[in-house]
């Protein structure tokens, strides 16, 4: 049976199409996580161990090994305060 070469084109396009596509998704998960690879199976302590290190370090993958807070994380509580009337 022979090969019908004009099929090749679009199937060449296609599969090139889906590898960039998957590739730039993969760069700006990397990206926007600080070069590292996306968490999974995030649970509500990951979460409030996330949110203390963006307060720490001012980013949102960062860790920090400095045993003494920064200043300004004594002011910068996650918690809401009510509005004064």
């Known amino acids: 049976m022979p090969v019908p070469w004009e ?6 396009l296609v599969t ?9 998704l993969s760069i700006s998960e990397r990206i ?3 070069g590292k ?14 949110e203390r290190d963006r307060r720490l370090t001012g980013s949102f993958r960062g ?8 200043e300004s994380f004594g ?3 996650v918690w809401e305060t009510e509005k004064i009337i």
């Open 16 to 24: 090139v199409m889906f590898g960039v596509s998957g590739n730039v």
């Open 37 to 50: 690879a996306p968490r999974y199976n995030i649970d509500k302590w990951d979460e409030m161990m996330m």
């Open 32 to 34: 926007r996580n600080d």
């Open 75 to 77: 002011t910068n509580s």
């Open 63 to 70: 860790q920090t090994t400095n045993p003494v807070a920064p």
């Open 7 to 12: 099929a090749l084109l679009p199937f060449a």
